[in-house]
């Protein structure tokens, strides 16, 4: 299976659906590239299918959802492809852990109650690499001073529970990065903290991706976030990517009604202050995100946008080419 150079993913036109009678389609043709290195941001309301999408890269659907097309071309960490759409499942247990690693909202979705963080982050190093305890145990304390947890070698026979919100989510990065994935795919892993631990974690995994030379997949429905950790945004509606770009062009000139509907609702002024400096008023996009069992023909978009002409009623738009490394979905993006 190919895969350009320059990438280390390659997600194409990606659908997972769920349910047997009522079919929810909730990615409905993704089309997105991650290349080596780079963090990309997937960003979208709630319900517009990014956790889905990310599970699928995974392969940790939960019943009944299941991948029914498109491909995944996915380089390992040992340089050969491989397709995570099709990969067996004893396949993607290798992968799982050693060559992608995910982080969740939540921590305690990852971590063991159990057992204390340094048997758990030594027991991922061992699954993958042939060490002693001992090596395990030493490589596990150097993953807590990597996360910059104070009193790393104390805290190693600590429970889960013995530790804060913020030193939990360290925790589970130091257990996502123990085997050094070529990609972290993080889920909204900072939206439960408050802004100032928010914040921390956040300069820690820009700084971990920069020295690891990692890619990450950042979901998140923050464009705040995406301003500060991303190189390229992916936007997401209705299963579907809309609009994908570089962080800057992105917020310089986005192309998409959606994402500009998206950007009018972010209350930080820095992201969409006018060439005049006026601030434009936050407005909330009209409308609801449509229902994945029947969405709306032509562009799923077209309900709620102010630029819908009668093409978008009826003929769905595909990704073109607007600029540099920007493709948007929309029949109108050279006018709006
Ligand atoms: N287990 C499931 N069974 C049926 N439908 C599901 C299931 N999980 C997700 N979906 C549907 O898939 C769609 C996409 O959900 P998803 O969780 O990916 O959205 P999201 O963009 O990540 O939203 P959020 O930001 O709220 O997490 C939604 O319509 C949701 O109802």
Known sequence: MALDEELILSIDNLQTHFGVRQIVKAVDGVQLQVRRGETVALVGESGSGKSVTSLSVMRLLSHPGRIVGGSMPFRRTAGDVIDLATASEKEMRRIRGRDIAMIFQEPMTSLNPLLTVGDQIGEMIALHYPVSKSE?????????EHVEIPG??????????????????????????????????????????DVTIQAQILDLLRRLQE???????????????????????????????VEQAPVGDLFAQPSHPYTRGLMACVPN????????????????????????????????????????????????????IVGDRHLSRCWRSNEV
Do not use: W
Not at 136 to 144: I, Q, S, V, Y
């Open 136 to 144: 395990a145990r030493r490589r596990a304390k150097e993953m807590l």
């Open 152 to 193: 790393a070698a104390s805290r190693l026979d600590n429970y889960p529970h013995e530790m804060s919100g913020g030193m939990r989510q360290r925790v589970m990065i130091a257990l996502a990065l123990a085997c050094e994935p070529a990609l972290l795919i993080a889920d909204e892993p900072t939206t439960a903290l």
């Open 211 to 241: 020295s690891n030379g990692m890619s990450v997949l950042f979901v998140t429905h923050n464009l705040g976030v995406v301003a500060e950790i991303a190189h390229s945004v992916a936007v997401m509606y209705a299963g579907r990517i």
């Open 269 to 320: 002024a820095a992201l969409h202050r006018s060439s005049d400096g006026e601030r434009h008023r936050m407005t909330p996009i009209p409308g609801d995100v449509p229902n994945l069992v029947s969405p709306p023909s032509g562009c799923a978009f077209h309900p709620r946008c102010s630029y819908a002409v009668a093409q978008c009623t009826t003929e769905p738009p595909s990704l073109a």
